[in-house]
């Protein structure tokens, strides 16, 4: 089964930068489409990037364009999002989530229109000054 851990949250302060990382173990990270989320209290879990099996496609939050960016290495079965000029209301934990695509395109951000069945325990951010 496939397991994901997340890392690299903490506090930091605003227009600051953090890089997530989210580590694949228990089947090839090659297979899957890779998406990440966050939920801050009080509100739902949504979709902040993606990047597809291939890494052909990769989708991005209108709120996080520009700032974040989404990248993978397979060979290591790691992910990661980098995350530049944080804002308060970045504040969330963020998730890693995968879902089994081999050999495709598509990716999502948009988990209803997605088959993300894996996921991490999360890492907090923080962003305040």
Known sequence: QLQLVESGGGLVQPGGSLRLSCAASGSNLDYYGIGWFRQAPG?????VSCISSLQTNRAYADSVKGRFTISR???NNMVYLQM???KPEDTAVYYCAAEQRPFSNFCTITVD?????YWGQGTQVTVSS
């Open 113 to 117: 229109k997605g088959r993300y069945e």
């Open 73 to 75: 290495d397979n060979t």
């Open 84 to 86: 530049n000029s944080l």
């Open 43 to 47: 509100k739902e879990r949504e979709g």
